[in-house]
T-cell receptor, first 112, second 115 residues
Framework: KQEVTQIPAALSVPEGENLVLNCSFT??????LQWFRQDPGKGLTSLLL?????REQTSGRLNASLDKSSGRSTLYIAASQPGDSATYLC???????????FGTGTRLKVLA | SAVISQKPSRDICQRGTSLTIQCQVD?????MFWYRQQPGQSLTLIAT?????????ESGFVIDKFPISRPNLTFSTLTVSNMSPEDSSIYLC????????????FGPGTRLTVL
């Protein structure tokens, strides 16, 4: 059974710092992995999608990497801003299914 | 990206009543998904809704409690039946973009409070 864990659960950093959020999963037979952002009381915004054959994806100040064999993904945020404050969720889709299993999330606060 | 809307955005309901949540996608999609997010928790999949067939429910969720309709390729409803305070959650629908990437997009969610 796929289990997805995110570390740390919460993170507070000063504006301008580069930071890394971690996501680990127990079953390496994944189809893809997706990173989302969720603002308080809101829905999810898709940030990056990495296919199982890819090593990384980049969008603006965000870079996500995937090491399928070790069951890990990282989301790198460069030059963090207060507007980046949100909960970040990773979700894994296993091969042979359309379902996503979500991690526990990392609550990020970027201080001005 | 797919645009997904949900109605209502929030509601406060009395114990024992039912609420139907609507989800509309701006393009035709084969699968739609319903998730629950309990306070302070991550998302848990309730069921997968396919057009023309009965929904497929995850372990711990049953059709009598969460009946789902999928009348066409752009619309679905989730009903939360005979509600109790434990049903207070955010309910979200999602659908994959209709290309090979299958990137998943989510609606804005329905925040339900049961008194």
């Amino acid at each position: 059974k796929q289990e997805v864990t995110q570390i740390p659960a919460a993170l507070s950093v000063p504006e301008g710092e580069n930071l890394v959020l971690n996501c680990s999963f127990t079953d390496s037979a994944i189809y893809n992995l997706q990173w989302f952002r969720q603002d308080p009381g809101k829905g999810l915004t898709s940030l990056l999608l990495i296919q199982s054959s890819q090593r990384e994806q980049t969008s603006g100040r965000l870079n996500a990497s995937l090491d399928k064999s070790s069951g890990r993904s990282t989301l790198y945020i460069a030059a963090s801003q207060p507007g980046d404050s949100a909960t970040y969720l990773c979700a894994v889709r296993n091969s042979g299914t359309y379902k996503y299993i979500f991690g526990t999330g990392t609550r990020l606060k970027v201080l001005a | 990206s797919a645009v997904i809307s949900q109605k209502p955005s929030r509601d406060i309901c009395q114990r024992g009543t039912s609420l139907t949540i609507q989800c509309q996608v701006d393009s035709q999609v084969t699968m739609m998904f319903w998730y629950r997010q309990q306070p302070g928790q991550s998302l848990t999949l309730i069921a997968t809704a396919n057009q023309g067939s009965e929904a497929t429910y995850e372990s711990g969720f049953v059709i009598d409690k969460f009946p789902i309709s999928r009348p066409n390729l752009t619309f679905s409803t989730l009903t939360v039946s005979n509600m109790s305070p434990e049903d207070s959650s955010i309910y979200l629908c999602s659908a994959p973009r209709g290309d090979s990437n299958n990137e998943q997009f989510f609606g804005p969610g329905t925040r339900l409070t049961v008194l």
